[in-house]
């Protein structure tokens, strides 16, 4: 079992529509959550950091979080072209352990 | 976030020649920097944590004589490859984190193509 996964994907949306993004990963001991996304040829960039049970929104970016299902998801309102690149989702535990990335997915938006 | 500066961007050189990349944290005195390498549509592989003033952590199956980790000041890492070969033709990316549970914050990337 990997201990971060994600769909690999592509997850195909049209414009305007909400894209909905999962991740799950298998360390109980996981405190913080990240979202990065990476254009073809880019390095990843990062859109957001959730640490608490419950959701947290940026714009149109919302992550959520559920820890008693070890369930991470991001959801992007109101999806744009521009959006489409790979979702990376990320893990850490802290303690100087190393953060733990999923494969990522990949999201395309039809215009 | 932190603001890393990676360079060069792009190297095309000789199977054999040795590649440095430099990662440079430019407003973080960072202990630690990560060296991730990613090939064409695969998912990133950490490849080694780079530590201030001692040895670098290499992941399992990355050999550490062929990527050379130097850590020598807080804001400045280097990856040499060295002797490189074809397969050695990826995308490197170096990261900057500023602490437990923070997020981190990565360089716009290395391509490395060995000819």
């Known amino acids: ?34 979202w990065y996304r990476q254009y073809s040829g880019k390095s990843p960039e ?12 940026d714009g ?10 070890q369930y991470v998801s991001l959801l992007i309102r109101d999806s744009q072209p ?5 979702y990376l989702c990320a893990a850490s535990k802290g303690g100087g352990f190393k953060t733990i990335f999923g494969a990522g997915t990949r999201l395309f938006v039809k215009a | 976030g932190a603001v890393v500066s990676q360079h060069p961007s792009r190297v095309i ?23 991730y390498r990613q090939f064409p549509k695969q998912s990133l592989m950490l490849m ?30 280097t990856l040499t490859v060295t002797s490189a070969h074809p397969e050695d033709s990826s995308f490197y990316i170096c990261s900057v984190g500023r602490g437990d549970n923070q997020p981190q914050h990565f360089g716009d990337g290395t391509r490395l193509s060995i000819l």
């Open chain 1, 82 to 86: 521009s959006d489409s690149a790979t």
């Open chain 1, 1 to 34: 079992q990997k201990e971060v996964e994600q769909n690999s994907g592509p997850l195909s949306v049209p414009e305007g529509a909400i894209a909905s993004l999962n991740c799950t990963y298998s360390d109980r001991g996981s405190q913080s959550f990240f």
């Open chain 2, 48 to 77: 080694a944590t780079s530590n201030e003033g001692s040895k670098a952590t290499y992941e399992q199956g990355v050999e550490k004589d062929k990527f050379l980790i130097n850590h020598a000041s807080l804001t400045l890492s």
């Open chain 1, 46 to 57: 990062l859109i957001m950091f959730i640490y608490s049970n419950g959701d947290k929104e």
């Open chain 1, 60 to 69: 149109r970016f919302t992550a959520q979080l559920n820890k008693a299902s």
């Open chain 2, 13 to 35: 050189c000789k199977s054999g020649t040795s590649v440095k990349i430099e990662c440079r944290s430019l407003d973080f005195q960072a202990t630690t920097m990560f060296w």
